[in-house]
Each structure stands twice: as structure tokens, then as C-alpha cells.
């Protein structure tokens, strides 16, 4: 076996280990129960860490193909897309009577299509050949996915009634689909130079993340931090806007005044 061409093989083992995740949580959301849920929600998670590790393994061993990268878009819309849509309607949808469950499977298809879309999008916008970008465009589907599944875990831990899980969730599912159609930047992390300081200091976050994981519930940390990056995008552009209003009015009035 030629050993250059078997670790080609390496990142799409990580990539089809997300997407094993990803069918795991949709099996244990069909089951219904909150043990069977509390599994897809650590699945969905497991398959979040294996889908970040597909990437930086590729990049380390200069092993990125074309094959891997149309692979992980169709697993990423399996365990990000998928997966989360069926664990909110067995979580917060099932079981409604009406015309509900109507609504429901379309609440969700919009959900799923969206991410299909942002995927879509990015194949077709990114330049996988060159040094990776500096900004997402739109916010990316395994946050919009952390988002959605973090809460449910939330709600699980915390018991929250029925009627504000069955909004929140909704609410949830819409906005973060939309985000994902946005042209909204959000911040990459994939060109951090890990140079000594930016190493403390993304320890140092990590270390406060567990302490807060261990004195309060890791559910509640996990939820924070997914809504700080979704409401990132949408805040950091307002600033943008902002300031470009203002600096448009001060050459104005600098112009008026010769």
C-alpha cells in the first residue's frame, strides 16, 4: 500500500465519522425518549468535533481534494442540517394536533434547504486553493446547528415547558436558517497564527469555559457561547454601517467647509 496516496485517506475518515454521528442522532431523535434525545445531542456534538478536525488534518498533511471537500459538504448537511431538524420536531414539534405538523415539516424543510443552499454557496464562492478566508459569508451550518442543538440541550437540563420550548425552537430554526442565506460576515478562525500569546489566550478561554461547564451545567455554557457567534455576524456589520454613516457625514461637512 503506497503510504502517500493512504493519507489522502486520513481527513475523509473524520469526515464520514461526522456523518456516522449525524445518523446516530437522527436514529436516537426517531426514538423519542429524553435518554434517546440526551444521545442524539452528545452525537450531533461528536459529530461537530470530528466535522472541525476533517479540515485541519487535511490542511497539516496537504491532503485537501476536491472528493473531500464535495464529501464534507454532503456529510455537514446530513449532521448539521438533517439531524438537528429531526431532534427539534421530536424534541418540540411532536405531537401538536392541527394543521401543526404541516408546519412543522415545512419549519424544518426551510431549515434544511437553507443549509443546503449556505453549502452550496460556499463550494461554488470559496477559493480552496488559496490561503482560507478571513470571514464566512453567512453564518456557517455547523454553528447554526450548535445553536439549535444547544438549546434543546438547555431545555432538557432546565425543564422548560412545553409552549416556550415549541417557540423558541421555532424562532431559533428561522433565524439561524436565514443567517445561513445572509451575505452577513461572520469571523473565521482558520488563519489564527498560533503564536505564543494567541495560544495562552485560547487556553485560558478553554480553562474558563470548563470551570463555568463545571460549576453551572456544560448545556448553559455551550448555548452562550453558539448564540454570542450567531448575534457576532449581524452585531459586527450594524458597527460596520455605523461607522461608515459617520464617516461619511464628517467628509461632508469637511467638503462644506472648503
Known amino acids: 500500500m ?3 496516496r493512504a493519507r489522502y485517506i486520513l481527513p475523509n475518515l ?21 435518554p434517546s434525545l440526551r444521545i442524539a445531542i452528545l452525537a450531533i456534538v461528536a459529530a461537530v468535533i470530528a466535522d472541525g478536525m476533517d479540515g485541519r488534518v487535511a490542511r497539516m498533511t496537504k491532503t485537501a481534494t476536491m472528493f473531500g471537500i464535495e464529501l464534507d459538504s454532503l ?33 424544518m424543510f426551510f431549515y434544511v434547504a437553507c443549509g443546503a443552499m449556505r453549502l452550496a454557496r460556499f463550494n461554488i464562492t470559496s477559493d480552496h ?20 442543538t444547544s438549546f434543546i440541550w438547555v431545555s432538557l437540563d432546565l425543564e422548560l415547558s412545553s409552549g416556550l420550548r415549541l417557540f423558541v425552537v421555532i424562532s431559533t430554526l428561522l433565524s439561524s436558517a436565514l443567517l445561513m442565506v445572509s451575505t452577513i460576515p461572520y469571523p473565521s478562525f482558520k488563519r489564527v497564527r498560533w503564536g505564543l500569546w494567541n495560544a495562552i489566550l485560547f ?27 450567531a448575534l457576532s455576524g449581524p452585531l459586527l456589520w450594524a458597527g460596520r454601517m455605523v461607522r461608515k454613516q459617520v464617516k461619511a457625514v464628517f467628509r461632508a461637512r469637511h467638503e462644506d467647509d472648503y
Open 2 to 4: 503506497d503510504v502517500r
Open 14 to 34: 473524520f469526515t464520514l465519522a461526522s456523518l456516522f454521528f449525524g445518523m446516530l442522532a437522527i436514529a436516537m431523535s426517531m426514538e423519542g425518549s429524553e
Open 75 to 107: 456529510a455537514d448537511l446530513v449532521s448539521f442540517g438533517v439531524a438537528p431538524a429531526f431532534l427539534a420536531y421530536r424534541h418540540s414539534m411532536w405531537g401538536v394536533g392541527g394543521l401543526f405538523p404541516w408546519l412543522a415539516v415545512v419549519i
Open 129 to 148: 486553493k488559496g490561503k482560507p478566508s478571513q470571514h464566512f459569508q453567512g453564518l456557517p451550518i455547523p454553528a447554526a446547528c450548535g445553536l439549535v
Open 203 to 229: 487556553l485560558t478561554l478553554v480553562g474558563v469555559l470548563v470551570v463555568l461547564a463545571l460549576k453551572t451545567k456544560t448545556s448553559i455554557c455551550l448555548f452562550v457561547v453558539a448564540l454570542i457567534y
